[in-house]
Structure formats: C-alpha cells, structure tokens
Nanobody
Framework: QVQLVESGGGLVQAGGSLRLSCVAS????????MGWYRQAPGKQRELVAD???????NYGDSVKGRFTISRANAKNTVYLQMNNLKLEDTGVYYC??????????????WGQGTQVTVSS
C-alpha cells in the first residue's frame, strides 16, 4: 500500500505565498513522477505542476512564473512553492504520484487533498 499525505494548505491574502508538501510512504520501490493538481468548485481537476524522475518539470499555464515544484527524492517528498497567489488559485490541491509499489506495477496514487483559499 502507498499513501500520499499533503500539508501546508490554508488561507492567504492575494499576493501572498504558501508552500505545500506531500510525503509518499508505504511499500515503495520507485517513484517515476510526482505532481500537484487542483480542483476549484464547479471545475474539473487540472494539472498545476509535476516533476519527473530526472528532474524535468511541467507547469500549468496559469501558474508559470509564480509556482515552483521541487522534490526531495530521499524523503519521497514533493513541494509546491506558491508565490503571488491570486483569487483564482483557490481550490483543493491534490498530490499525485506515479509509483511502483511492492507486488504492483506503476500506478497512480492520490492524496486526500488540502484546501488553499486566497482572499482579496
């Protein structure tokens, strides 16, 4: 079994910053990629950013230049530094991992989500 646990969400004023963390634990053999998705009320879940095994990163257009994803491989942890937050960044942020677990192939795993609310 693999678990992803997010932390770091909260309420912040527009223009402020937050840092999200996600730790993967369990019977992990390897992690191919980790990333962050978000879902605003009434909208579909969308990619915020991901980072692959070799360090390649990918960002959603709306967060480029403001958000930075990073990974601590030894800790099975991924971070999302969010700067210059905007009202439209409000939503539930989910951690995702493409993970190979013991006795299983590579599968997608999700965290339970952490709320980020940006106020004016």
């Amino acid at each position: 079994q693999v678990q992803l646990v997010e932390s770091g969400g909260g309420l912040v004023q527009a223009g402020g910053s937050l840092r999200l963390s996600c730790v993967a634990s369990g019977s992990i053999i390897g992690i191919r990629a980790m990333g962050w998705y978000r879902q605003a009320p009434g909208k579909q879940r969308e990619l915020v950013a991901d980072i692959r095994d070799g360090g390649t990163t990918n960002y959603g257009d709306s967060v480029k230049g403001r958000f930075t994803i990073s990974r601590a491989n030894a800790k099975n942890t991924v971070y999302l530094q969010m700067n210059n937050l905007k009202l439209e960044d409000t939503g539930v942020y989910y951690c995702n991992g493409e993970i190979r677990a013991l006795w299983a192939g590579i599968q997608d795993y999700w965290g339970q989500g952490t709320q980020v609310t940006v106020s004016s």
